[in-house]
């Protein structure tokens, strides 16, 4: 590497990439001389146009930003031409970037993607993991290509997913393993070497589409496990949902437990008590132990037994 600060452009947008732009911002002999995000979107009751995470980290940080629309148009391109950066970092940034953005930069551009590749490429792979019932998961730092999450890996690492892992939790803690990994990645440019690129096998590929919020509805013909897992990984967003004797509500935690109920439809209330709200399922018995109901807060499900006495079915 030579004797002056490597240029770098960082692009992201959400919460997930701030670690990495932090690990950046941090890294010896590297100057990020711009910050690439997407365009302010409406948030919130006013509909305002609100910044991004990471566009008010840059700002705290004093690194300009830019917010093209698309970097397919010629004046985009120029724009980042203009930067003379030697290497760009892609993290959830939520464009794509065309052929002849990844060509610019001389080093590429790196991609911190949160899955073990080639394992769920695509927009979702944090929760698609837990909802599959994967035993583990991680981040893969990736040089780009034109194709979807198909570059060679650079370097990679992996976690457990617990029992008692939300896609809330899952997601703070590759955040944070996604910025040592490419803090890993920038050490060794400034050592003045490549980290080696490994290309992804044929096998095991997978696709992690984007969530919808269409998939929030349980449906309690699957198993409950399944079920399970599907209110964990939908933590914090979309949030599963149920109609519970009647009325629609928020399911934010909820325990598979084994035993059949043979002669009840799927979704049956079965039991409720102090200890949980018991619906069946296809091979056992949804426990729900944490609702919202509309317009209210999360609460634990004695408390809305408590508000619902008439569902009170056992000790």
């Keep these: 590497m030579s004797d002056r600060p490597l240029r770098l452009v960082f692009a992201g947008t959400p919460a997930f990439a701030l670690p990495c732009l932090e690990a950046c911002l941090h890294a010896g002999d590297v100057r990020v001389v711009a910050v690439l995000t997407q365009p ?17 980290a840059a700002r705290t940080a004093g690194v300009p930003v830019l917010q093209p629309p698309s970097l397919r148009t010629r004046e985009a391109q120029q724009m980042l031409a ?36 080639p394992r769920w490429r695509g927009a979702a792979p ?29 370097l990679r690492a992996a976690t457990p997913i617990g029992p008692e892992d939300t896609g809330g939790s899952l997601h703070d803690r590759l955040a944070g393993l996604g910025a040592q990994v490419l803090a890993a990645g920038l050490a060794h440019l400034r050592a003045g070497t490549l980290p080696p690129a490994q290309p992804q096998p044929a096998a095991g590929v997978t696709y992690a589409h984007k969530l919808e919020k269409s998939e929030a509805a349980l449906d309690f013909r699957c198993g409950a496990l399944a079920l399970e897992r599907q209110v964990r990984a939908f933590d914090p967003w979309p949030v599963a949902e149920a109609a519970i004797a009647g009325e629609h509500v928020r399911i934010w935690r909820a325990q598979a437990l084994p035993g059949t109920a043979p002669h009840a439809a799927p979704g049956t209330l079965l039991r409720a008590s102090a200890a949980g709200i018991d619906l069946a399922c296809a091979d056992g018995l949804l426990r729900v132990l944490e609702v919202q109901r509309a317009g ?18 056992g000790p």
Excluded: F
């Design 40 to 56: 302010d979107r409406p948030a919130g009751r006013g509909r305002r146009l609100q910044a991004g995470p990471v566009k008010q």
């Design 82 to 117: 203009a930067l003379a950066a030697e290497l760009m970092v892609v993290v959830a940034y939520g464009l794509i970037l065309p052929r002849a953005v990844l060509a610019l930069p001389r080093l590429g551009c790196w991609n911190v993607h949160a899955s073990l590749l």
């Design 126 to 154: 944090i929760q698609r993991a837990l909802a599959a019932g994967d035993a583990e998961t991680g981040v893969c730092l990736m040089r780009m290509e034109a194709g979807l999450d198909t570059g060679p890996v650079l």
């Design 296 to 313: 209210g807060r999360r609460i634990a499900a004695r408390d809305y037994l408590n508000a619902r006495p008439d569902l009170r079915i």
